[in-house]
């Protein structure tokens, strides 16, 4: 999945807000114990909206070298990762909310 956010709506919390949802619904949804991403390792403006979020590296694969591929270049990537279980301890207690997207 790519999530991304044009250009006239940035810096108006729509990446956060859907990056909190996803996960929320995760949590709530889900065993998972972590949500897992990779970002270019040059892209230093996502990586600071993913820290902001509380993604961290990965203690043991947080970089992934060559991993991306673009005009024939190869760039570096990050692995970050988002720990599921403290969010899921407050998910029950969230609204109903969740309940709206389905089974």
Known sequence: MTLGVDEAFRRRHVG????????HVLAARTTCSYAELHVKSANRAAISFYERLGFEPDPDNGYVFGHYLIDGQRWDALLLR???RGLRATAGRASSYYA???N
């Open 82 to 84: 988002y720990d599921l």
């Open 16 to 23: 956060s807000r859907a990056a909190q949802q996803i996960l």
């Open 100 to 102: 709206t997207f389905g």
